[in-house]
C-alpha cells in the first residue's frame, strides 16, 4: 500500500459511455492482485477532495488499466487527462479475489462497469480453468467486453443479447454448463448482487462478490464503507474486509 | 538553527503540535504504515465507549463542496477490547496517546476515563461532548453548559492526566464552553468537531447519508473554526487545540495564529496519509524563514 505518482500513458473510449485509463506505476503494478482497487485523486485542488475508488482492469507490465464511466465531477476531470498528465494513486486496496481451489470453470458475473475486475482475473486464473462471462447492461452502448473470453450478454432493453438481466441469463444457462464444479465471481450494482447472492446461498455455489460502497480513505480509518455482516456481528468494512466477500458472509 | 517545537497543554509536552484526530486514523495501525508517528505530536483515539458500537448503517459518508459529510456513529471496539487488543500496539507506536472518549451519560464518562487512567500509555483524554451523529451522549451534552462543566469536573476528578474538551461548534457562543471547562478544572480545549450538515439526492429526494445529518468537515469547514479558535482565544485563558480543514502548513499556522497552541489533522488523512510530515516540515521552513525560535512564539500572535 502506497502512493505512486501515475504518469498516464493513454486514455481512450471502449464504447460511447466508457473510458480507458492506462498509466504507469510500476510499484502497485507489481503488487496488485485481482479484485483489488486503487484511490485515485484525480486533481491537484480541493475539489473534488477525496479520492475515487476504481477496481483494477487490468495490468500490462509496468502500467495499471483501469476502466470507467463519466458519472461525476471526478471521473469528468478524469475523462480530460492527457498522456503525460500525472494522477495520484493509492494502493493496491482491499483484499482481492480468492483464485485458489479446485474448480475447472470461472463463471464471471459483471453489470455495467461491474466487468472492470475481470480482464486481470481472467489473467491469473490457473491454465486449466475455463471461463464463461456473463455480462449485462441497461442498453448495447452499457456492455463492456473488453478482455473477457467466451462472452455471453444479457441487456434490459433487449438491444443485443439474451433480453432481461445478467443474472437470468446465468441461471438460464446453467443448464449448458458441462461442469457442476465451477466457481462464480461477481461483480455489479448492489440489486444484481442481491440477486445472484440469493441464489448462491439456496443453491449452495461457490460464489464471490464484488462489492461497492461510497468510501473516503480505502484503508480502514475513515470507517465510512460498512457492509453488514451475515452473522449478525454488526458491519465490515467494504475497503478493508473487502471489497470482495463470500456470498453468506454478507447482508446486501 | 534548531527551533522548538515542543508544546505543553496541562501536563502534556507534545514533541510538535502536530496531533490526527480522533475517527480519522483508528487506533494508529492503519495509517502508520504510511507514516512514522513516532515523529509526530501525537494521535487522538478513534472514541472509545464502555460497551462497543457498531455504528450506523450505509451510506455513512458523501462529498460535498470542499468538504465531507459522514455519520460513523461512533463504531468502536469498546473499553474492554480496547485494552486488551489496541493499546498493545498502540504502546509500539512509540508516540502520545491521546484517548478520546465517548459516553451516553456523565457516570459512563468517568467509568471510561477511570479505567483507562490505569494505562501508563494513555498520556491525555480527550472527552467528546459533541458527536453529532448519535442521540444519546453526543452534541446533547455538547449543547448544554452545565452538562460540560460538570462532565468536565467529574472526569477530572478521578485522572491527574490531562484532560481536553473537544468543544462542538453548534452552539450559540463556543468561548462560553470553554469558560466552563475552565472553570471546572479542565486542561484544554479541543476546537472544532464537525458542523451537522445534510445532502439530498434531488432524482430520488433521499438523504445521501442514511443517518440524514452527518458531521461536515473538510476545507470548507476552516473559516467557521478559524472564528471559533479566534473566539475562545479572544476571551478564555486555556490552551486550545484548533481543529477544522486543515490541508496542508499554512492552515496549521494559520490555526496557531489565531490561537491554538496544537492542532489536530483530520480528513486530509483520508485523502493524503503522508500529511502530517508534510506539514511538519512546511511548517519548520516556515519558522524558518520567519526567524521563529520557539513554535509557540505563533500562538496567538495575531494583529487585529
Not at chain 2, 79 to 99: D, V
Not at chain 2, 258 to 276: K, R
Request: proline share 4%; charged share 20%; with cysteine.
Amino acid at each position: 500500500m502506497i502512493i505512486e505518482k501515475a504518469r498516464v500513458i493513454s486514455l481512450s473510449k471502449i464504447s460511447s459511455n466508457y473510458h480507458l485509463i492506462k498509466v504507469n506505476s510500476p510499484v502497485i503494478a507489481s503488487e496488485i492482485k485481482p479484485g483489488q482497487f486503487c484511490n485515485i485523486k484525480v486533481s491537484d485542488s480541493d475539489f473534488p477532495l477525496l479520492r475515487r475508488p476504481f477496481s483494477i482492469c487490468d495490468v500490462e507490465n509496468d502500467n495499471l488499466i483501469f476502466v470507467f464511466d463519466v458519472h461525476g465531477e471526478g471521473t469528468k476531470i478524469l475523462a480530460s487527462k492527457k498522456p503525460g498528465d500525472v494522477i495520484d494513486i493509492l494502493g493496491p486496496l482491499g483484499n482481492g479475489f480468492n483464485l485458489n481451489g479446485n474448480y475447472e470453470l470461472a463463471v464471471i458475473i459483471g453489470g455495467g462497469i461491474g466487468t472492470a475486475p475481470f480482464p486481470y482475473l481472467i489473467k491469473n486464473l490457473l491454465a486449466d480453468v475455463n471461463v464463461k462471462s456473463f455480462i449485462g447492461g441497461r442498453t448495447k452502448e452499457h456492455l463492456i467486453k473488453y478482455n473477457l473470453q467466451n462472452i455471453y450478454v444479457a441487456t434490459d432493453d433487449g438491444s443485443e443479447g439474451f433480453h432481461g438481466n445478467v443474472v437470468d441469463l446465468f441461471i438460464e444457462e446453467i443448464k449448458n454448463f458441462s461442469t457442476t464444479n465451477f466457481r462464480i465471481f461477481a461483480c455489479g450494482p448492489n440489486p444484481m448482487l442481491k440477486s445472484l447472492q440469493k441464489i448462491a446461498i439456496e443453491k449452495k455455489y461457490d460464489c464471490q462478490l464484488s462489492v461497492e460502497c461510497a468510501m473516503a480513505c480505502g484503508f480502514g480509518i475513515c470507517q465510512g464503507c460498512p457492509v453488514e455482516k451475515s452473522n449478525g456481528d454488526g458491519y465490515y468494512l467494504v475497503c478493508k474486509d473487502g471489497p470482495i466477500f463470500n456470498a453468506d458472509m454478507i447482508i446486501l | 538553527m534548531e527551533i522548538d517545537f515542543t508544546v505543553q497543554i496541562g501536563k502534556l509536552k507534545l514533541k510538535n503540535p502536530i496531533l490526527l484526530a480522533s475517527g480519522t486514523v483508528g487506533y494508529g495501525n492503519e495509517i502508520s504504515q504510511f507514516i512514522d508517528l513516532s515523529k509526530i505530536g501525537g494521535i487522538v483515539t478513534k472514541s472509545i465507549s464502555l460497551k462497543p458500537r457498531k455504528g450506523n448503517p450505509p451510506q455513512r459518508i458523501c462529498e460535498t463542496p470542499s468538504g465531507m459529510l459522514n455519520a460513523i456513529g461512533l463504531a468502536n471496539v469498546g473499553l474492554e477490547a480496547f485494552i486488551k487488543e489496541k493499546i498493545p500496539f498502540l504502546k509500539k507506536l512509540n508516540t502520545t496517546i491521546i484517548c478520546n472518549i465517548a459516553a451516553s451519560s456523565i457516570e459512563e464518562y468517568v467509568e471510561c476515563t477511570k479505567v483507562l487512567n490505569e494505562e501508563d500509555s494513555i498520556a491525555a483524554f480527550e472527552i467528546n461532548v459533541s458527536c453529532p451523529n448519535v442521540k444519546e451522549g453526543g452534541l446533547e451534552f455538547g449543547n448544554n453548559l452545565e452538562a460540560v462543566g460538570r462532565i468536565t469536573d467529574k472526569v477530572k476528578s478521578v485522572t491527574d492526566k490531562t484532560v481536553i474538551i473537544k468543544l462542538s461548534p453548534n452552539v450559540s457562543r463556543i468561548s462560553d464552553f470553554a469558560k466552563v471547562v475552565k472553570e471546572n478544572g479542565g486542561d484544554a480545549v479541543s476546537a472544532i468537531n464537525t458542523l451537522v450538515g445534510t445532502s439530498f439526492n434531488i432524482w430520488t429526494r433521499k438523504p445521501k447519508i442514511k443517518n440524514i445529518t452527518g458531521g461536515l468537515s473538510g476545507p470548507a469547514i476552516k473559516p467557521i473554526a478559524l472564528a471559533k479558535v479566534l473566539e475562545i482565544s479572544r476571551n478564555v485563558d486555556i490552551p486550545i487545540i484548533g481543529i477544522g480543514g486543515i490541508m496542508n502548513w499554512k492552515d496549521a499556522v494559520e490555526f496557531m495564529i489565531v490561537g491554538a497552541s496544537a492542532v489536530q489533522l483530520g480528513t486530509v488523512n483520508f485523502i493524503n496519509p503522508y500529511a502530517a510530515l508534510e506539514i511538519l516540515e512546511g511548517m519548520k521552513n516556515y519558522c524558518e524563514k520567519m526567524s521563529i525560535n520557539k513554535i509557540t512564539e505563533l500562538t496567538a500572535s495575531y494583529i487585529l
